[in-house]
């Protein structure tokens, strides 16, 4: 007698255990839907899931690999959505991106939901209905000419500047290179340095030139005696002064090439030019013709180079208004005087 | 001017034996059209007792110009065209026994003359080279036992032509060395050539005519070695052929690697030398540093050896030797 009822109890228990399990599955709903049931091959749809669950559950969505069902493939798994729709209840949401390259009618089997209580350990699944997606190839229509066509290519974007850029400066930094490559070959075949270092005097030429003038001067070489020494410094003072001056490398040049130079270019004055000759072509005759000149002749020389150097130094025009306001008063003055006379 | 004596009385010396270069110039111009620096080569050459080897392309006058030379001037005349199959002794000649005397004779061989005109030189062995060198520096020629002094004055004028490389026997440095002038001749200006075609086209092509004798030139050579070289000529040549020789020491490091030998103190004498000429041909009694720019190059550019790299970047001794004279300092 004891044992049926202790029978008794226990069934009333586990029945109590089902119905309330029971009730708890009937809050929790789950669903898969896609955009649409038939695709043409190739074709990307979604596969939707959505999942109405009480707050107090936990509910595991599903998971697959790369493929749904051998041969749906899965391109993209978005994340899950929530949203609250009362105080109770949950909408969870799920899609996945698939696709199909083969034809054909596939059936997409149940998905099974696991769910439990927070306040139970046991745990009990929910499953989707299953539902069949068609796939369908092209219609060709094998009476046309072009009914079947090769693959098309992929149709090539339109190149931004930015994808170009890169690029352009490649291309660019290769020109300046080569171009760099051919000035550096044409320098070395012409022997010259790859920087020209012109050194300039820091003062002007022709204030270096009067004071060499001044020292030969000074030094009164021919007076005593040593003629020869006298015009081949003179000489190396002017050549000197024209390097400078003029930028003629006059130093490795001979008396005729730097009276030519001055004949083919025009850069002196008429008288300039017949100082400059008369002063290299009797010190080439002392100096390699072993002419003694006459005593006159050496101070025309020392002359005729202070004057050379003088009359064809660089002159800097500086602006002085204070001159100019004192010539034209003077201007001025001078006009008054000539209506008075 | 109160000129000194040494120096007007060598002036006057050389307006009275120059006097001969004005001529030969007019008796070669009948000739030779144009090809001046050529003429003033051979002049150069002969003057100061110096050999010439002219190099040019076929058909520049190149033999022409020196047999017309040894026209102007009444000398004994020799051309002996040089060929692979030429032996020394077709060259300073060889010893021939005589069943008559039952002994052995000399027969001297085409050297024996004033001018000799060694046509095509490379193309002739090394030994046919060597012995007509030998006599170019020795002046001599020794044929069995005997040795004959040849006749003076004694001028080898070779030519040689830059193509035409296959079977030729290139002249070793060594042996260039004892040429005097090595001079490059080329195409003549359009003008010229129209003048050339006339006179080929005329029915008698002209002739230099002779206004010169062997003693003439003997003592205008005399004259050349007096022409007056002052110190500061001397250092300018010194300093050209050292610079040749030790680029670095001039600011010219870049030819240190192009050069692998400079010029020889043979160099040095013959630049002296044809300066001196040169000074002669124009009336002067003094060497300017002119006259040792205008010969440099012809005395220079067999003179000058380079290097792999040279020929691989195309740098020729003429470059150099211009680089050379534009940084050296003129006295």
């Not at chain 1, 270092?197 to 009067?210: D, F, G, S, W």
């Not at chain 1, 005696?225 to 000489?235: D, L, N, P």
């Amino acid at each position: 007698m004891m044992n049926r009822k202790i029978e008794r109890i226990l069934l009333v228990f586990i029945l109590l255990i089902f119905v309330s399990f029971r009730g708890f599955s009937q809050s929790i709903t789950v669903k898969a839907s896609v955009d649409t049931n038939l695709i043409l091959i190739g074709d990307q749809i979604k596969l939707h899931f959505e999942l109405t669950q009480p707050n107090n559950f936990q509910v595991n969505f599903p998971n697959f690999n790369d493929t749904i069902i051998d041969k749906i493939e899965i391109l993209e798994r978005l994340n899950i959505d929530t949203v609250i729709v009362n105080n109770n209840l949950l909408l969870l949401k799920q899609d996945y991106l698939i696709t199909c390259f083969d034809s054909g009618i596939y059936e997409i089997p149940e998905f099974k939901f696991a769910f439990k209580s927070n306040n139970d350990t046991l745990s009990d699944t929910i499953s989707t209905r299953s539902f069949y997606i068609g796939v369908q190839t092209m219609k060709i229509d094998t009476a046309q000419a072009n009914a079947i066509a090769d693959i098309k290519l992929p149709i090539e974007a339109p190149i931004t500047i930015n994808e170009a850029l890169p690029y352009i400066l490649y291309a660019l930094a290769i020109i300046v290179f080569v171009l760099l490559v051919i000035y550096l070959i044409r320098k070395r075949k012409k022997h010259e340095p790859i920087l020209k270092k012109k050194i300039k005097p820091k003062e002007p030429a022709n204030v270096i030139a009067l004071r060499d003038l001044d020292k030969i001067k000074h030094e009164k070489y021919w007076q005593k005696g040593k003629v020869k020494y006298f015009h081949s410094i003179v000489t190396d003072v002017l050549r000197t002064y024209i390097e400078n001056r003029f930028d003629i490398n006059a130093m490795e040049k001979t008396s005729q090439e730097i009276i030519s130079e001055f004949t083919n270019s025009n850069l002196l004055e008429k008288k300039s030019f017949e100082k400059l000759k008369q002063i290299l072509s009797l010190a080439d005759f002392v100096k390699f013709a072993k002419l003694n000149p006459l005593i006159d002749e050496n101070e025309a020389s020392l002359n005729n180079a202070y004057e050379f150097v003088n009359k064809t130094k660089k002159v800097v025009e500086i602006d002085n208004p204070e001159k100019d306001k004192e010539n034209e008063k003077t201007e001025i003055i001078n006009d008054k005087n000539k209506k008075v006379v | 001017m109160n000129e000194t004596v040494n120096i007007k009385e060598l002036n006057e010396r050389i307006q009275k034996e120059s006097s001969f270069v004005d001529m030969i110039n007019i008796e070669m111009n009948k000739v030779i059209v144009g090809q001046k620096h050529l003429t003033e080569s051979l002049l150069i050459g002969l003057l100061s007792d110096g050999h010439i080897l002219l190099e040019g392309v076929p058909g520049l006058a190149k033999t022409l110009a020196i047999s017309t030379l040894s026209d102007i001037i009444d000398a004994k005349f020799s051309r002996i065209q040089f060929t692979p199959d030429l032996l020394p002794a077709d060259l300073i000649g060889t010893m021939i026994y005589s069943q008559k005397k039952e002994e052995f004779t000399v027969k001297k061989g085409p050297i024996f003359t004033n001018f000799v005109l060694a046509d095509e030189i490379n193309r002739a062995p090394a030994k046919v080279q060597s012995a007509l060198l030998e006599a170019m520096q020795e002046k001599q020629v020794t044929i069995g036992d005997n040795t004959f002094k040849l006749e003076r004055p004694f001028l080898v004028m070779a030519t040689q032509n830059p193509i035409e490389q296959e079977g030729t026997y290139p002249l070793p440095e060594a042996q260039v060395d004892r040429f005097m002038l090595k001079v490059v001749i080329d195409y003549p200006k359009k003008e010229e050539e129209k003048v050339i075609i006339r006179q080929n086209l005329m029915e008698t092509f002209p002739k230099a005519t002779k206004i010169l004798k062997a003693e003439d030139i003997i003592r205008a050579r005399k004259v050349v070695r007096d022409v007056y070289m002052d110190e500061k000529i001397e250092k300018y040549i010194v300093d050209i052929v050292f610079a040749t020789r030790y680029p670095d020491d001039y600011n010219l490091s870049q030819f240190k690697e192009m050069i692998s030998y400079g010029g020889s103190p043979r160099a040095s004498i013959n630049l002296a030398l044809a300066a001196k000429a040169y000074a002669f041909i124009n009336r002067r009694g003094y060497v300017i540093p002119e006259d040792i720019r205008a010969v440099c190059h012809d005395v220079l550019r067999h003179r000058i050896g380079l290097t792999y790299q040279a020929e691989a970047e195309n740098i020729t001794s003429e470059e150099i030797i211009s680089q050379v004279l534009n940084t050296v300092e003129v006295p």
